[in-house]
């Protein structure tokens, strides 16, 4: 399988990026042609800020269906289920999803997973910036989360992070001592041990299209971020997701904010511009502030930041420890059947313009092996609301 190297095409996410305002250029080889006759992403790029007749709208959206290009209409599915029926299907072009939540709640998980759902369509191209975790960490993260292969969760030949561990190093020892039933290099290592094959199978089907860069809250800046999203958007015909690992951890400069609260708005601000300019989802993931972490639940209004993050986002998703969140006759009534809970998240659609909003869905978390259960429900009990219960 080979792999193409986006990387040779883009700038170095570690050096400041220029203050110029020459655009950048093209990939040499495109993974994906456009057809002939068809705009391209840099095409439309160029006339993205122009003023047009709601004629001129009518006939570009009409040359499009005519030509079988649909996906302005077709939603990516996250394959979260409910959660896709909330939100409108999916994730939309154009669109910014912003995921919140307190730490460890499983944030990381839930996105990159999603960002591994979408790449595993053929046509689709996952761009996963973390400004948290090496690309090296993250992979290992996929190959655990690929034992259980979600949404089956097969947990017979399940992997956690220190197994997966073992198994490199015991068999990586064993070729530095000469004997013959050891491996040598990393990918023969998963491909002879018994637990590993598998998960190794799964994530080659989608590797090519799952690009993982390692982002520095010093120089990352949104302007990289917006470089090489255009260059990647350019070279896969736009079908490309952006995710974004996390929001307030994204470099500011040039511009100098004020503070924090400044510093957000300029970065959300600028995630909605990259989504509406580049027409590509971006979802992010955004941290809690102090008083939210203090809060029996968390809401929207808690992420750390500016009222930017209620405004410029489509969808905002709040994620809460469900046993933590059940109001309390539940616990009472039922110490034992509670406790069962603390397992399970609650996702909390909180802003949607493509539906109702303030709807709970809940997903078992399998935080040993990096997974949500996919195949989530609503939420049946009674849930604690800070609104209400406060006097």
Partial sequence: M???RFTDELPDPMQPASDNNQ???????????????????????????????????????????????????????????????????????????????AQGIGKTIATLQIARNIAMRPDQYAFYLSYEHTEAHLMHRLLCLESVNPPEMEMANSLKLRDLYNIIVSQRAKKFMGRNDGSGSLQAILRDHPKTIEPLKRVLRYSDRLIMLKASPAVTNLRAIKEMTARLADATGGNVTVFVDYLQKIAVHPERPRDENDKVTIIVEGLKDIALSLDVPVFSIVAADREGLKSKR???????????LDYESDIAIIMNNKYQILAKDHVAFNPYNAKAYRNWVVFTVEKNRAGRAMVDVEFQLHGQHFAFNPRGQRVQQQLIDDKVIET
């Fill in 23 to 101: 655009t950048a250029s093209a990939p040499r080889s495109p993974a994906i042609q456009p057809a002939p006759g068809r705009r391209t992403q840099a095409t439309k790029r160029e006339g993205a800020h122009l003023p047009r007749t709601l004629t001129q709208v009518i006939n570009e959206a009409d040359e499009k269906v005519m030509q079988g290009d649909l996906v302005d209409y077709v939603p990516l599915a996250t394959s979260f289920d409910p959660l896709d029926g909330l939100i409108g299907g999916g994730l939309r072009k154009t669109e910014l999803t912003l995921l919140g939540g």
């Fill in 298 to 308: 968390i809401h929207l209004y808690h992420l750390r930041g500016s009222s930017a």
């Fill in 2 to 4: 080979s792999t193409r």
